[in-house]
């Protein structure tokens, strides 16, 4: 199984990037994804979510009204659309799948996620 980011890069504050997370080696289109980030010297750190079933979607409130996080289960593909970035959300961010299969509420813990990607830079300049 394998989780494979990308999209990341270097942007100046107020920029937009997409990242994209494509899972391969299975199907996880019962389970939901989730979005984290580590910035250097700090903890990994929650950022968005969404449901196996694209139902619902949960921000971290640093990121709410900037984040969009969507799916396609066909392609086994999750996105994290960032607008209006800012230098502190520069991190190495990844993508995660949940460890139980069809949970009915969205997790926001580290320890509830399996199968993290590889990662990918984002970097806001101001």
């Known amino acids: 199984v394998q989780l494979q980011a990308s999209g990341g890069g270097l942007v100046q504050a107020g920029g937009s990037l997409r990242l994209s997370c494509v899972a391969s080696?299975?199907?996880?289109?019962?389970?939901?994804m989730g979005w984290f980030r580590q910035a250097p010297g700090k903890e990994r750190e929650f950022v968005a979510a969404?449901?196996?079933?694209?139902?619902?979607?949960y921000n971290a409130d640093s990121v709410k009204g900037r984040f969009t996080i969507s799916g396609d289960n066909a392609k086994n593909t999750v996105y994290l659309q960032m607008n209006n970035l800012k230098p502190e959300d520069t991190a190495v961010y990844y993508c995660?799948?949940?460890?139980?299969?069809?949970?009915?509420?969205?997790?926001?813990?580290?320890?509830?996620?399996?199968?993290w990607g590889q990662g990918t830079q984002v970097t806001v300049s101001s």
């Open positions: 969404i449901s196996w079933n694209g139902g619902s979607t």
């Open positions: 995660a799948v949940d460890r139980r299969n069809g949970r009915l509420v969205i997790s926001t813990s580290t320890d509830e996620y399996d199968y």
């Open positions: 080696g299975r199907t996880f289109s019962t389970y939901n």
